[in-house]
């Protein structure tokens, strides 16, 4: 079976096959740099090294700056340091948050998809892409699909990460959800180095070096990842290399830095099972050799200098993405799909403080040119016995079945005020434009080709109150829009469902997805420590669009003209005596459609929905619990935390109408517990606590293979997918 994960493709990893030694000798170069950026100390007194920062800046709600607090929205901070090793380690950190659920259709812990407020961020192709995530300022959802590849995200240098909740209006397309914001490490004048060593459960292992420093006005950082895991599931097995470099310089009234990422993954998929071979051993692979293997390199170079009593910003990027994805089907030619995304462009954005009616007004205005080249090629493979002629769309003799180019242009004009009213009181207004021009070029057959153009006003309005000196209040109204993918474009006929990921042509054009959201909330910090936090949000979406699956490893996307998002987040944290500390969280969420439409389903029943169906694999209820405490031991302290995160039940994929049953509600055991003195720090992290077995993920589809060992059938069964059992981590630390 075809698994509907990615349309990846692109000629040049086909014809110009990577040899993995690259990524050894990167990782190499950067563990030759850390001795000496570790002995790089400044001959200069202490008090008198002080790097050179940027003064303070009343300005709030900037596209390539941090998150003021005072943004009337919820403002998430995400610990990204206490997070186990591997690819997981930054869903691993959102998923921690209020209201933010998981499902794993892949079968691999490097491919989780999240839900938030209703919305997808995920790395899988098909899936409806609502979050924006952003790297020092830089998009890196992948241009093919908006896409987010969680393996490729450079958590070790991570050292801070922000999710602004709700349509911000700053950040773009694709901002209907939240856009979550990470920012690098920068060395300082205390040089720093560091190695970590990790091993665990399923053949785990890891190694992650750091180094950093600062002398004479420049600073560098580098960090080096490697990460390997053989799985718990048949043709499971994880590779992943990175190797991430920071080099800056700044002044007091100018700042300056280059980055580059480089990563070499390689991620086996086993995917889903139906329920009758999970019976048997959940371990099975039902078409063993799906893999995705990805080659990433991302350029940015970004600076901030003082203008005209305002701050001037800007950011330039380069990113190339090259990948595979091979999907093993049955009973028909495997599908070998590549793609080379590259993408640069530019943002610019001045910020100041002035006066307006007497009053002082933050202002931040901008603007965006980007351009993304997306090319794919996908290719038939007959890797199957039963398969022996290429499907009837592709070359007979070459089993090329798609070559498409979509050199995509986006631009953007965005501005932003804050004006304080009075000491307790703001008011935020901001506007965001859109254009974004998508030429589609297939170069198999150019009556195919045509070119789409989407143009959006974004606005935002919102005001904060301080009801006293340790509650604040706000309400906002905004507005978002979604500009259809390269992929959806080219698979969006219902005439002509798309043979994922073998068909893809100029469809009858899709209409962008717009949202208009509604949001009141309050946040209460009574004392050191302890805070609560309650807000109220309503989204509602046009011509949302929904992938639809005709058959296993076909269908379409198509626009249901009206749904909304509702729901209630609830959050608190308390500190206790002894060192002790608790949070907890509640979320109701009802993600519905409000239209009557006809899917196609592969369920015995036709999937009409109508209005107040739920969407699929979004639970309404979700619980998180957090119980932590702190001690002092010796020269050193020790640290030990509980967490649980519990969702509802929710119904299976291709069960938009709400017909089927449901999967299971379940809650997963999270422990961790470490030591840390000067140099040293060792941690246990332990998943899935108490050994639960449950089921993330689940969908509708045939199975031509029938029950293990039994006779073949094309009976229509429930896919799953198993979530992993009580696994271990250790890993140690040295550092100085």
């Not at 919305?119 to 899936?127: D, E, I, K, Q």
């Not at 093919?144 to 209006?169: C, H, K, W, Y």
């Not at 004009?413 to 000491?423: I, K, P, R, V, Y």
């Amino acid at each position: 079976m075809a698994s509907m994960t990615r349309v990846a493709p692109s000629m040049f990893a086909s014809r110009h096959p990577r040899s993995r030694s690259r990524g050894w000798i990167a990782l190499a170069a950067a563990c030759l740099a850390l001795p000496a950026a570790a002995q790089q100390r400044d001959s200069t007194r202490p008090d008198s090294t002080k790097v050179h920062r940027l003064a303070p800046t009343v300005v709030t709600g900037t596209r390539l700056g941090d998150v003021d607090e005072t943004l009337p929205a919820q403002v998430d901070k995400i610990d990204v340091k206490d997070i186990s090793p591997g690819s997981a380690a930054a869903a691993g950190a959102l998923v921690r948050l209020p209201g933010v659920s998981a499902y794993d259709d892949q079968g691999t812990p490097a491919q989780p998809t999240l839900e938030i407020r209703g919305f997808n961020v995920s790395p899988v192709v098909g899936v409806p892409q609502g979050v924006s995530v952003f790297l020092d300022g830089v998009r890196v959802n992948e241009a093919d699909a908006q896409e987010l590849n969680f393996d490729l995200l450079p958590m070790d240098a991570v050292s801070r990460a922000r999710l602004i909740r709700g349509p911000a209006t700053l950040y773009g397309k694709n901002t209907l959800a939240g856009a979550l914001l990470l920012f690098t490490e920068r060395g300082d004048v205390v040089p720093t180095a560091s190695a970590e060593l990790s091993a665990g459960s399923f053949g785990a292992y890891g190694a992650t070096v750091e180094a950093g420093g600062a002398a004479r006005g420049l600073d560098g950082y580098v960090s080096a990842n490697l990460y390997d895991e053989s799985g718990w599931r048949q043709a499971s097995a994880i590779a992943e290399r990175s190797v991430f470099l920071n080099v800056g310089r700044k002044r007091d009234s100018s700042d300056l830095a280059l980055s580059v990422l480089y990563a070499d993954d390689r991620i086996g998929e086993p995917g889903s099972l139906p329920a009758s071979w999970i019976a048997v051993d959940p371990t099975l692979n039902y078409t063993a050799g799906d893999f995705f293997a990805p080659l990433l390199w991302h350029l940015s170079l970004r600076g901030e200098r003082r203008l005209a009593g305002g701050t001037l910003r800007g950011a330039i990027y380069y990113r190339s993405l090259q990948a595979e994805q091979f999907n093993a089907n049955v009973g028909a030619a495997s599908s070998d799909a590549y793609v080379a995304n590259a993408s640069y462009g530019l943002t610019a954005e001045w910020s100041a403080v002035i006066a307006a009616w007497h009053r002082p007004l933050a202002l931040t205005v901008g603007g965006e040119l980007g351009r993304a080249n997306v090319n794919e090629t996908i290719w038939a493979r007959l890797t199957s016995d039963t398969a022996v002629h290429y499907p009837s769309d592709c070359d007979q003799s070459s089993g090329l079945c798609a070559d498409v180019r979509v050199p995509e242009t986006d631009a953007a004009l965005f501005a932003q005020g804050e004006l304080q009213l009075s000491a307790a009181a703001s008011l935020t207004a901001a506007l965001r434009g859109d254009w974004v021009r998508e030429p589609f070029e297939d170069l198999l057959d150019s009556a195919n080709s045509a070119t789409s153009t989407f143009t959006h006003l974004s606005p935002r309005v919102g005001a904060n109150v301080s009801l006293s000196p340790t509650v604040r209040g706000y309400a906002t109204i905004g507005g978002g829009f979604r500009a259809p993918a390269p992929v959806e474009l080219g698979c969006a006929s219902p005439d002509a469902p798309c043979p994922l990921p073998y068909a893809l042509g100029a469809d009858p054009p899709l209409k962008p997805v717009t949202l208009t959201s509604y949001e009141i909330g309050a946040d209460w910090d009574p004392s050191a420590g302890s805070t609560a936090e309650a807000s109220l949000f309503f989204s509602d979406v046009r011509d949302e669009i929904v992938f639809v699956a005709s058959s296993n490893a076909a269908g379409y996307f198509q626009n249901i003209p009206h749904t909304q998002r509702a729901g209630v987040e609830l959050s608190g944290t308390l500190r206790l005596p002894l060192g002790m500390r608790a949070s907890a969280s509640y979320t109701w969420l009802a993600a519905t459609y409000q239209s009557t439409a006809l899917l196609a389903s592969q369920l015995p029943v036709p999937d009409s929905i109508k209005p107040g169906n739920a969407f699929p694999l979004s639970p309404r209820d979700r619980f998180t619990f957090t119980l932590g405490i702190t001690r002092a031991l010796g020269a050193g302290a020790w640290s030990a935390d509980l967490g649980m995160n519990a969702v509802s039940t929710q119904y299976l994929r291709g069960d938009d109408a709400n017909v089927g049953p449901e999967l299971p509600g379940y809650a997963v055991w999270r422990f961790r517990l470490a030591w840390q003195r000067e140099h040293v720090a060792v941690a246990l992290d332990v998943r899935n606590l108490f050994d639960r077995t449950f089921d993330s993920f689940g969908t509708w589809a045939d199975n031509p293979l029938g029950p293990p060992g039994g006779p073949p059938s094309d009976a229509v069964e429930p896919f799953y997918t198993p979530a992993q059992p009580r696994n271990f981590t250790v890993s140690v630390k040295l550092s100085r």
